[in-house]
């Protein structure tokens, strides 16, 4: 065998899966090597910047602990996607639980926008204000258009990750452009 087809970077996402529940430590690093910039940006539209590395290392570390129980490694993508919904959703309930009731000053802002790395000033005004508008959405409308319209991830795919039917999937994503559109043209952004 050569030594290319040895190399976990040339692999295919499921013959790495497969290395992976034989315990290959290189298979799995090359797995989070591709995955890791997209789950750190779904779980920041997700959740915000709080805690982000914590909430990817979670994503990760439950991803290493149930690849030995994966039965269809070929769905791997939609597995990791959906082990990240449930992260985000652990983190928003654990947060929403330790807001005091009575505690009328606390305001629910979990996505501060963040500052990019480019100077175009009217790009930052644009992403700060889709950052806006992705917070004024429900937890359940946000996941499916950051998920499709943010990710690519295919309607069917975000189907299967959220478990939901595809109807449910498409009426959500309907609504939450909706919504964006409305938000965006409020401030002046459309």
């Not at 946000?142 to 009426?171: M, N």
Request: glycine residues 4%.
């Amino acid at each position: 065998m050569s030594v290319l087809a040895d190399n976990p970077a040339n692999a295919t996402e499921t013959k790495l899966v497969l290395r992976c529940q034989e315990g290959d430590t290189l298979s799995f690093q090359e797995l989070y090597r591709r995955y890791q910039q997209r789950i750190r940006a779904t779980l920041y539209q997700l959740c915000g910047s709080e805690m982000l590395d914590d909430l990817v290392q979670e994503v990760f570390l439950r991803v290493w602990k149930g690849l030995p129980k994966l039965k269809e490694p070929s769905y791997f993508s939609t597995w990791v996607y959906r082990i990240t919904w449930n992260v985000a959703t652990d983190k928003r309930r654990k947060f929403a639980q330790n807001l005091s009731v009575n505690d009328d000053s606390t305001i629910l802002n979990i996505m501060p926008s963040r500052p990019q790395d480019t100077p175009d000033l009217m790009r930052l005004h644009y992403q700060d204000l889709v950052q806006q508008g992705l917070q004024s959405l429900s937890l359940e409308h946000r996941a499916v258009l950051v998920l499709h319209d943010l990710e690519d991830v295919p309607q069917k795919e975000v189907a299967k990750i959220l478990e939901l039917s595809i109807g449910t999937v498409k009426s959500r994503l309907f609504y939450a452009r909706k919504q964006m559109r409305k938000f965006l043209k409020e401030q002046g952004a459309l």
